[in-house]
């Protein structure tokens, strides 16, 4: 098992390009079944569950072709099975998105309950009480979701969501795509990664208006055609580069984004003493060298402070000047990190969903564990800034949502490198 050596205290300076949105690519791989034609995707981050969700369509019959540019061309038409195994399934959560689209466009599909992160329950009832709603039904049995379409198809549907919930919100716009008469979801998730996926659909030939809303407003369409998409840039990664230039007082450009998508991060950014300067699809942060001042914040859905960047602004506040609070209101055991934070010296303390956060003038190298995605990202850029080696250990978590990450930052002038297990 792969990991990675830090050895902190250089300062990051230069440019690099942010990748695609692995959480926009993943929902709009899965919406590529709803065509009735072959479908082009670019802009495709290189990222172990992209890698599996073309797995994914190998195993159910459709031969995907990669083009020089390694854009995906996916013809559904070729389809076999409509058994998504659990062997896939349980690597990556995003699996459960082939549900809505297949049930829509094939009629029935049978989907392994999924895997993924340890970071608190994700239930996937809202899935199921949504295409019920559409006239699906479905049963759970021997850890699989067994969803069959009413004669005639699915039927548009009222379906207001308890819970806010991305994937929820995209299984249940796919299915609606394809279903007969309109849909309307309340509650809804606002996310970016769901405006890409409704843009998506509607290059296809859809009709749906709203996203970006908490209203999303979809007119069934009898089919959805061949297409040509460009996948939106990921703002997560691009944040942790930003946090990754403020930590270590460094200047970094971000080129290849899109700076609207990113507004809280940005004025946190601010708040903690960089200076932000944003193009059409750049931006430049630059510390001039000052150690950050501590911040507050709270996660909360879109358009909020996201939940994905709280444990890079926990690393940002460990080497701040002041004491700053991060309350965490989407996960309820999104602080893993902090007990690895603390091998390094810095001065933490976890109060239910709360974490205080004490600035230290320096952190001290040390061998560490990443536990999920957004957590691992954290453990880096406190390397960055740590006195000696960080040897950071289970690195396949970083993999599963940054492309690259040893290379982007070596092009930064940090001192980085992957050490096979």
């Not at 049978?110 to 809202?126: F, K, M, N, Q, Y």
């Not at 609606?176 to 030939?205: C, H, T, W, Y």
Request: hydrophobic share 45%.
């Amino acid at each position: 098992m792969d990991k990675l050596i830090i050895t902190g205290g250089a300062r990051l300076d230069g440019e690099i390009r942010i990748s695609g949105a692995k959480n926009a690519a993943l929902p709009i791989l899965a919406a590529t079944l709803l065509a009735d034609g072959p479908v082009t995707v670019g802009n495709l981050p290189h990222l172990h569950d992209i890698t599996t969700m073309i797995e994914l369509f190998g195993r159910m019959g459709i031969e995907p072709v990669i083009d020089e540019k390694l854009a995906v061309e996916i013809d559904p038409r070729t389809i076999k099975t409509l058994v998504a195994p659990y062997e896939l399934v349980k690597t990556m959560r995003a699996s459960i998105l082939v549900l809505g689209p297949m049930v829509a466009r094939f009629g029935k599909a049978e989907v392994a309950l999924p895997g993924g992160c340890a970071i608190g329950s994700r239930p996937v009832d809202l899935h199921i009480r949504g295409l019920e709603a559409m006239g699906a039904k479905i049963e759970v049995e021997s850890g699989y979701i067994k969803a069959e379409a009413p004669e005639g198809g699915l039927r548009g549907a009222h379906f207001f969501f308890d819970t806010v919930s991305v994937t929820g919100t995209e299984n249940i716009m796919m299915a609606a795509a394809l279903a007969k008469g309109r849909s309307v979801l309340q509650n809804a998730a606002r996310e970016p990664e769901v405006v890409d996926l409704a843009n998506f659909i509607n290059a296809m030939g859809g009709k749906v208006q709203g996203a970006g809303t908490d209203t999303i407003i979809i007119d069934g369409v009898e089919r959805l055609a061949s297409a040509t998409y460009r996948v939106m840039p990921d703002r997560i990664e691009t944040g942790t580069y930003l946090v990754a230039a403020a930590v270590t007082g460094g200047r970094v450009k971000v080129k290849d984004t899109d700076p609207t998508i990113l507004e809280a991060v940005l004025e946190k950014l601010k708040e903690a003493g960089a200076e932000l300067t944003t193009g059409e699809d750049w931006i430049e942060l630059d510390m001039h060298g000052k150690r950050p001042k501590a911040v507050n914040l709270r996660t909360a859905p879109y358009p909020a402070f996201p939940t994905d960047m709280q444990a890079q602004f926990i690393s940002l506040n460990a080497i701040a000047e002041g004491t700053g609070a991060v309350i965490e209101t989407i996960f309820e055991n999104r602080f893993m990190h902090v007990y690895e934070m603390h091998r390094m010296g810095a001065q933490i303390q976890v109060e239910g969903n709360t974490a205080i956060v004490t600035g230290v003038p320096a952190l001290k190298g040390a061998p560490v564990m990443a536990t999920d995605l957004r957590a691992s990202a954290s453990l880096v850029l406190s390397a960055l800034v740590a006195e000696g080696d960080t040897l950071i250990d289970r690195i396949y978590h970083i993999d599963r949502g940054y492309e690259c990450i040893e290379e982007k930052l070596q092009m930064l002038g940090a001192i980085i490198r992957r050490v096979p297990g």
